[in-house]
């Protein structure tokens, strides 16, 4: 498929027909980031950008078009480029400094606020942390923000959710690498891909 520009929700992965009521073997595909298309019965993850080594997106399963590429700027920092080498923005790792939490994530795309990606938990004005608190169970909430390890980690955690906000706006949602939600339509694809291959 085509169309990453507009892509609103993705995964990646190399599942291509997951398991369904009326489908039971698991169709298997390349490495790619993936768009949910069809109803309950009939799902289908459709490639819209195939991985390919170090952090690159291609827009062919040849790996012959480049889409893009996360590049190591540091030990915590990636500046992704364009297929004409241009600087796309950066996603950075803010490693935390409690013991117990994991990482909080940003992403800068040149011309607009940067997008920190933080727990649910932690994101959002005092008075929308306080609405959060009330609609959740102490224990879940607690469990949430104590998980240990880091993104992709081979620990058997509930999957993290992430708010990713522009100043009050959330631009972006995600869980983990398995499902990731863009909410502003200004948000350059390539950088939430681009995350989604780092982070994995």
């Not at 939490?101 to 800068?108: A, H, M």
């Not at 005092?126 to 102490?138: C, H, N, W």
Request: hydrophobic share 40%; proline share 7%; aromatic share 8%.
């Amino acid at each position: 498929m085509s169309g990453w520009e507009s892509v609103r929700e993705f995964t990646v992965g190399t599942v291509e027909l997951p398991a369904t009521p009326k489908r039971r073997k698991i169709g298997w595909g390349p490495k790619a980031i993936r768009v949910p298309q069809g109803g309950k019965h009939d799902r289908v993850l459709a490639a819209c950008a195939y991985a390919g080594p170090d952090h690159s997106l291609y827009l062919d399963a040849e790996l012959t078009q480049l889409l893009c590429v996360a590049v190591a700027a540091g030990p915590d920092s990636w500046t992704v480029r364009g297929a004409d080498g241009s600087s796309l923005g950066s996603i950075t790792r803010i490693p935390s400094t409690r013991p117990l939490l994991r990482p909080n994530w940003r992403i800068d795309q040149p011309g607009r606020p940067e997008i920190i990606g933080r727990t649910e938990w932690l994101s959002g004005d005092a008075k929308q942390l306080a609405e959060k608190a009330a609609g959740r169970i102490f224990t879940g909430v607690l469990d949430a923000l104590t998980s240990f390890g880091a993104e992709g980690g081979d620990q058997p955690t509930k999957e993290r959710v992430l708010e990713w906000r522009a100043g009050d706006d959330v631009v972006m949602l995600s869980e983990a690498t398995k499902s990731i939600t863009i909410k502003a339509p200004w948000l350059d694809r390539r950088l939430p891909f681009a995350y989604a291959l780092v982070a994995g």
